[in-house]
């Protein structure tokens, strides 16, 4: 069974770095051929995938968000990494993160709020 959890600040401050660990078990996020993604939801903008990290470590980004968007990831922690720079209360929404990416996800994490305020 594989189990992901997202963990992080709750809450973090306009123009300053939303940050977020994955941590994954029951699977190798390193095991060929699985996408690792970040998708999140909010009343205004809906569902919308962020990013994703494959099992090589190559990434892939939302194009609206590439230029402020990192994943990253830590094989020997079995986890991976969204650092979202200069954020706006925009990006105020429930985060998930997932195993997959297009319009397959097997795996879900049960989702953490990021709400960004002064």
């Known amino acids: 069974q594989v189990q992901l959890q997202e963990s992080g600040p709750g809450l973090v401050k306009p123009s300053q770095t939303l940050s977020l660990t994955c941590s994954v078990s029951?699977?190798?996020?390193?095991?060929?051929?699985?996408?690792w993604s970040w998708i999140r939801q909010s009343p205004g903008r809906g569902i919308e995938w962020v990013g994703a990290?494959?099992?090589?470590?190559?990434?892939h980004y939302s194009s609206s968000l590439k230029s402020r968007t990192s994943i990253s990831r830590d094989t020997s922690k079995n986890q991976f990494t969204l650092q979202l720079n200069s954020a706006t209360p925009e990006d105020t929404a429930v985060y998930y993160c997932?195993?997959?990416?297009?319009?397959?996800?097997?795996?879900w994490g049960q989702g953490t709020q990021v709400t960004v305020s002064p």
């Open positions: 990290i494959t099992h090589s470590g190559s990434t």
């Open positions: 997932a195993r997959g990416a297009g319009y397959s996800y097997e795996y």
């Open positions: 029951g699977d190798s996020i390193a095991t060929p051929y699985y996408y």
